[in-house]
C-alpha cells in the first residue's frame, strides 16, 4: 500500500467540523469523566444529536465518535469504557446490556488497495441482546434479537437470534432460552 495515495475527502462526517471540534471538547470533559450518573450523559449525547430511549444507562469512561450516528432504543445500557467507534451509523435496540470495554467499530481500510481506501459500514444489535464485556464487533456486524456475544467474542458477522456465540471468530454455542413474558410488570 501506498500512504500518500489515501484520499479521504469523500468521507461525510455528518456534521461542519466546528460542531465535530466542540463536540471533541465536551465527551473528553464530560462523557468519559469518572463523575458518577447517567442522566447527565444522556442528556449530552441528545444535545449532539443522538436518538437515546427511555431509561438509557451511559456509564463513566464511554467514547462516542460522532453521537449524531448513534440509536439506543429504550432500557439499554452502555457500560464503562465501550467505545462506539461509530464512522457509520450504529443502532442498539431496547432492553440491550453492552458490556464494559466493548468496541464497536464500523470502519476499516481496503487492504486490497495500494491507496487504503476507508470502508465504513453499520453496526445493528437488535432487542434483548447482551454483547459481553471486552467484546468487538466490526463494520457490518448484525446482532440479532435476543442474541449473546460472550465476552471477549469478536465478529463482523450476522449473529442468529436468540443463540449464544463465543470466540474469535465468534462461533454458535447453544440456543438461548426465551424468558416467558410476565404478567406482573
Known amino acids: 500500500m501506498h500512504l500518500d ?3 479521504n475527502s469523500n468521507f ?8 465535530e471540534a466542540l463536540w471533541r471538547l465536551v465527551e473528553g470533559l464530560f462523557l468519559q469523566s469518572w ?3 447517567s442522566g447527565w450523559r444522556v442528556a449530552v449525547l441528545k444535545l449532539f444529536g443522538a436518538k437515546l430511549g427511555t ?11 460522532f453521537p449524531w450516528k448513534l440509536r439506543v432504543g ?20 431496547s432492553h440491550c446490556c453492552i458490556s464494559q470495554g ?5 470502519g476499516n481500510h481496503r487492504w486490497d488497495q495500494d491507496s487504503f481506501d476507508l470502508e465504513t459500514r453499520p453496526i445493528s444489535i437488535g432487542d434483548h441482546c447482551w454483547v459481553g464485556a471486552m467484546s468487538r464487533l466490526g463494520p457490518g456486524a448484525v446482532v440479532q434479537e435476543g442474541a449473546v ?7 463482523s458477522a450476522t449473529i442468529e437470534p ?23 410488570d
Request: proline share 8%; charged share 25%; aromatic share 10%.
Open 5 to 7: 495515495k489515501f484520499d
Open 12 to 19: 461525510d462526517r455528518g456534521r461542519p467540523w466546528l460542531v
Open 35 to 37: 463523575l458518577p450518573g
Open 55 to 65: 431509561g438509557v444507562v451511559i456509564k463513566p469512561h464511554v467514547k462516542v465518535k
Open 74 to 93: 429504550n432500557y439499554s445500557w452502555i457500560g464503562e469504557e465501550v467505545w462506539i467507534d461509530n464512522l457509520a451509523e450504529v443502532q442498539i435496540g
Open 102 to 106: 466493548v468496541y464497536l467499530c464500523t
Open 149 to 155: 456475544l460472550l465476552m471477549g467474542s469478536i465478529t
Open 162 to 184: 436468540w443463540r449464544i456465540y463465543a470466540g474469535t471468530p465468534a462461533k454458535l454455542i447453544r440456543q438461548r432460552p426465551r424468558n416467558p413474558k410476565r404478567t406482573n
